[in-house]
């Protein structure tokens, strides 16, 4: 046996599923479950009774797991005690966020953070949020930065600032405007009066599409969707060129370049219209000291 059967195991004891777990490993599910299968041949147990909807720990998979778990601590532990004994560590600090907010949220932050932590080398890894998570859950990654909410309870979420959603269109698109002294009140942007409007929005299953779709469904439409990326900057992009109407995060409206901006943002009237931005890490992580320090300097205080 070595680390991966260990992870391998407890991470489809964790997800209670075969294709989840592959996911969160980067490995197809056939490919795991052929693993699974070699390392019971292997042990001459059964790890796991499997049925068509669910995936369950056997006595013997729960010992294993357990006994697992604490191992996998052990070792992480040892090799950071013998770092530490050979006075060869070299902290390395690394900090998950998405493309996205790398480019229109983080980058101004980066020396701060170098700053505040001068001993660590900072390692940035990019990725969507359900990736980051699944990385932290494996100990890959130390933090992550993204929106509101969490997935999985081992994953705590220390909120930086609030963040507005807005709607957004070209100030090309008249037809959009010529709306605006009936849909813009003091309260905000009722959408409903543009649900007849092309929309531009994230791609399925990313937070901020669940997020437009619950405003839209607040204000009684199904939103038309004439295109939907991965990247918000992507959908900003398009508002821009006048390719449809949108809902984006405030921090483009506070960090576009005047030079080549021609969209119009306004706050919108819903209960879905905000959400926590924060930083995610592990409960029991190691590094629980420094979470002040890195908020204070993500904050830009």
């Given amino acids: ?32 479950s052929q693993y699974i299968k070699r390392l019971e041949n292997q042990l001459n147990i059964t790890l ?18 357990k006994q697992g778990e604490e191992i996998l ?23 998950g966020v ?4 790398g480019k229109w949220y983080l980058t101004p932050f980066l020396q701060t953070i170098q700053q505040e932590f001068p001993t660590y080398h900072i390692q940035i890894v990019e990725g ?7 990385m932290m859950l494996q100990h890959k990654l130390d933090f992550a930065v993204f929106p509101a909410p969490v997935y999985h309870e081992e994953v705590q979420f220390t909120s930086l600032f609030r963040e507005d959603i807005l709607f957004a269109f070209s100030e090309e ?21 543009y649900q007849a409007f092309p929309f531009v929005l994230p791609k399925e ?17 199904q939103p038309q969707s ?44 819903s209960r879905y219209s905000h959400r926590p931005f924060g930083l995610a890490y592990l409960k029991n992580s190691d590094l629980q000291s420094l979470i002040p320090k890195l908020v204070k300097a993500l904050q830009g205080r």
């Fill in 226 to 269: 004439i295109y939907q990326s991965e990247n918000m900057g992507t959908v900003y992009s398009l508002i821009n060129h006048n390719y449809g109407v949108g809902f984006v995060p405030d921090v483009i409206a506070k960090n576009y370049d005047p030079r080549t901006n021609h969209v119009k943002f306004f706050p919108v009237k």
């Fill in 1 to 32: 046996m070595d680390t991966r059967d260990l992870e391998y195991v407890i991470t489809i004891a964790r997800t209670g599923s075969f294709s989840q777990a592959a996911g969160q490993l980067f490995i197809s599910q056939p490919a795991l």
């Fill in 73 to 95: 601590t052990r070792m992480k532990a040892l090799e950071q005690a013998m770092q530490k004994w050979g006075k060869q560590i070299k902290h390395t600090l690394s900090l």
């Fill in 98 to 101: 998405s493309q996205f907010y």
């Fill in 173 to 193: 698109n008249q037809d959009a405007i010529a709306l605006l002294p009936k849909a813009l009140t003091e309260e905000g942007l009722n959408p409903l009066y």
């Fill in 205 to 221: 299953g990313l937070k901020m599409y669940t997020l437009a779709l619950k405003i839209c469904k607040k204000a009684g439409f």
């Fill in 48 to 65: 796991f009774h499997r049925s068509r909807t669910h995936v369950e720990l056997t006595p013997a998979g729960e010992y294993y797991v």
């Fill in 128 to 134: 969507e949020s359900r990736t980051l998570e699944a």
